[in-house]
C-alpha cells in the first residue's frame, strides 16, 4: 500500500503494517480500524488477521450498495480479538457488473451464514462457498431485496 493513502497516525499501527501489502486505504473512526482490502486478496488478509494478528472471532459479513457509484458494493468483515479486545473492520470493493469474491469459509467457518445472507439479500457471489444458496428469501424469489434498486412496491391487487 502506499504511504500516501494511509494517515500519518496510523502508519506505526501494527495491524495496518501487517496488511499493508494487501490494503489500498486505512482508517480509524467510530473508534474502529477500518481497512479496505484488494478484493483478489481478501481470504489471505483474513488467514492473516486470523492466525498472525489473533481476531479469532468473525461477528458479520455483510454488504453495502453504494448505487449508483462503481465498483457498486463493499462487502464488510467485523473481526474481535477477544484477548486484546480489539475490534476490527475489513472491507473490499466489488463490482456492479460481476459481483462476486472469494468464500472466506476456509479460514472462518462461521463465515458460511454471514455469505449466504448477503448473496441472497445483496446478490453478491461468494466463490468456492461451500453452499452458497438462498437463506432468507425463498429458493424462487426474483433479485435481491438490499440492492437500491430492487422495487419497493410489489404487485397490487
Same mark, same amino acid.
Given at each position: &500500500? =502506499?504511504?500516501? &493513502?494511509?494517515?500519518?497516525?496510523?502508519?506505526?499501527?501494527?495491524?495496518?503494517?501487517?496488511?499493508?501489502?494487501?490494503?489500498?486505504?486505512?482508517?480509524?473512526?467510530?473508534?474502529?480500524?477500518?481497512?479496505?482490502? +484488494?478484493? =483478489?486478496?481478501?481470504?489471505?488478509?483474513?488467514?492473516?488477521?486470523?492466525?498472525?494478528?489473533?481476531?479469532?472471532?468473525?461477528?458479520?459479513?455483510?454488504?453495502?450498495?453504494?448505487?449508483?457509484?462503481?465498483?457498486?458494493?463493499?462487502?464488510? %468483515?467485523?473481526?474481535? =480479538?477477544? =484477548?486484546?479486545?480489539?475490534?476490527?473492520?475489513?472491507?473490499?470493493?466489488?463490482?456492479?457488473?460481476? $459481483?462476486?469474491?472469494?468464500?472466506?469459509?476456509?479460514?472462518?467457518?462461521?463465515?458460511?451464514?454471514?455469505?449466504?445472507?448477503?448473496? +441472497?439479500?445483496?446478490?453478491?457471489?461468494?466463490?468456492?462457498? $461451500? +453452499?452458497?444458496?438462498?437463506? &432468507? &428469501?425463498?429458493?424462487?424469489?426474483?433479485?435481491?431485496?438490499?440492492?437500491?434498486? %430492487?422495487?419497493?412496491?410489489?404487485?397490487? %391487487?
Amino acid at each position: &500500500m =502506499a504511504q500516501a &493513502m494511509i494517515p500519518e497516525n496510523l502508519q506505526q499501527d501494527p495491524v495496518v503494517a501487517a496488511l499493508a501489502d494487501l490494503a489500498t486505504t486505512a482508517k480509524f473512526e467510530f473508534n474502529e480500524l477500518t481497512i479496505e482490502i +484488494d478484493t =483478489a486478496k481478501i481470504v489471505e488478509a483474513l488467514g492473516r488477521v486470523k492466525h498472525k494478528l489473533g481476531f479469532e472471532r468473525l461477528t458479520s459479513v455483510t454488504g453495502v450498495d453504494k448505487f449508483p457509484a462503481e465498483p457498486r458494493f463493499e462487502v464488510v %468483515y467485523h473481526l474481535q =480479538a477477544l =484477548a486484546g479486545k480489539q475490534r476490527l473492520r475489513l472491507k473490499a470493493r466489488v463490482s456492479g457488473q460481476t $459481483p462476486q469474491i472469494e468464500s472466506v469459509t476456509s479460514v472462518y467457518r462461521g463465515a458460511d451464514w454471514y455469505e449466504r445472507e448477503t448473496f +441472497d439479500l445483496f446478490g453478491i457471489t461468494f466463490l468456492n462457498h $461451500p +453452499d452458497l444458496r438462498r437463506i &432468507m &428469501m425463498p429458493e424462487d424469489w426474483e433479485g435481491h431485496p438490499l440492492r437500491k434498486d %430492487y422495487p419497493i412496491t410489489g404487485t397490487r %391487487y
